[in-house]
């Protein structure tokens, strides 16, 4: 079992920054990949950003504006937000994937509003 908690959500204007972290805790050795989604009140979850091993992705619509770093000591992954824009508000959920399973957290609310 691996279990994930998000911090750092929050309101913020557009145009600023904002710094999602993800705690992971339990059985996570050898985690294969980690990520951040995201999702609009009745929309489909979106993938944000995601990295496994040395290699990274992202949603087209968050290139250039948001990064994603893990942190292997601390078995945390950060996504740095800048530039925020309005469209960006949704819940944002840390993913594990992990021996063939993916693990969630609870989300945090993300709201970008001047």
């Known amino acids: 079992q691996v279990q994930l908690v998000e911090s750092g959500g929050g309101l913020v204007q557009p145009g600023g920054s904002l710094r999602l972290s993800c705690a992971a805790s339990?059985?996570?050795?050898?985690?294969?990949?980690m990520g951040w989604y995201r999702q609009v009140i009745g929309k489909e979850l979106e993938l944000v950003a995601r990295?496994?091993?040395?290699?990274?992705n992202y949603a087209d619509s968050v290139k250039g504006r948001f990064t994603i770093s893990r942190d292997n000591a601390k078995n945390t992954v950060y996504l740095q937000m800048n530039s925020l824009k309005p469209e960006d508000t949704a819940v944002y959920y840390c993913?594990?994937?992990?021996?063939?399973?993916?693990?969630w957290g609870k989300g945090t609310l993300v709201t970008i509003s001047s």
């Open positions: 339990g059985s996570i050795f050898g985690i294969n990949a």
């Open positions: 990295i496994s091993g040395g290699s990274t």
């Open positions: 993913n594990a994937f992990h021996f063939g399973i993916n693990y």
